[in-house]
C-alpha cells in the first residue's frame, strides 16, 4: 500500500540519494586520510603508484557523489511518469506501444 501520496517515491529517493552523497563525501575525506599518510610514510615508486591509486579512487569517489547530489536534486523536481534504468533516470514520454517507420514527414501523418 501506498502512502503519502504519489510523491513520496521521489521524496524517499531524494533522502535515499543525499544519504548516500553524505556516505560518498565521507569515503572521500578517509580516502584523502589514507594517502597523505601513505605519501609521508612510503616516498619510493611503490608508494607512489599506490598514490596514484588512491587519487583516481578518490576522483571516481568525488565523481559519484557528483553525480548522486544531482540525481537527488533531479527525484526533488521529479514529475509523474516511469523511470528508465540507469543513474540518470531519463523520463520516457505518454507515447506507448510499439512506432512504425514512416518516410512521410511529422506534418504529413
Same mark, same amino acid.
Given at each position: 500500500?501506498?502512502?503519502?501520496?504519489?510523491?513520496?517515491?521521489?521524496?524517499?529517493?531524494?533522502? =535515499?540519494?543525499? +544519504?548516500?552523497? *553524505?556516505?560518498?563525501?565521507?569515503?572521500? @575525506?578517509? !580516502? &584523502?586520510?589514507?594517502? /597523505?599518510?601513505? $605519501?609521508?610514510?612510503?616516498?619510493?615508486?611503490?608508494?607512489? =603508484?599506490?598514490? +596514484?591509486?588512491? *587519487?583516481?579512487?578518490?576522483?571516481?569517489? @568525488?565523481? !559519484? &557523489?557528483?553525480?548522486? /547530489?544531482?540525481? $537527488?536534486?533531479?527525484?526533488?523536481?521529479?514529475?509523474?511518469?516511469?523511470?528508465?534504468?540507469?543513474?540518470?533516470?531519463?523520463?520516457?514520454?505518454?507515447?506507448?506501444?510499439?512506432?512504425?517507420?514512416?518516410?512521410?514527414?511529422?506534418?504529413?501523418?
Amino acid at each position: 500500500m501506498l502512502t503519502g501520496g504519489p510523491d513520496a517515491g521521489a521524496a524517499d529517493q531524494a533522502t =535515499a540519494l543525499r +544519504a548516500l552523497v *553524505d556516505r560518498l563525501d565521507d569515503t572521500a @575525506g578517509l !580516502l &584523502a586520510g589514507i594517502r /597523505a599518510a601513505v $605519501a609521508a610514510a612510503w616516498d619510493d615508486p611503490a608508494g607512489e =603508484a599506490v598514490t +596514484a591509486r588512491l *587519487d583516481l579512487v578518490g576522483r571516481e569517489v @568525488g565523481r !559519484l &557523489a557528483d553525480e548522486a /547530489a544531482r540525481d $537527488a536534486t533531479r527525484a526533488e523536481d521529479a514529475v509523474p511518469g516511469m523511470r528508465l534504468p540507469g543513474l540518470t533516470g531519463t523520463r520516457v514520454t505518454d507515447r506507448r506501444g510499439p512506432v512504425a517507420p514512416s518516410l512521410a514527414g511529422p506534418h504529413e501523418r
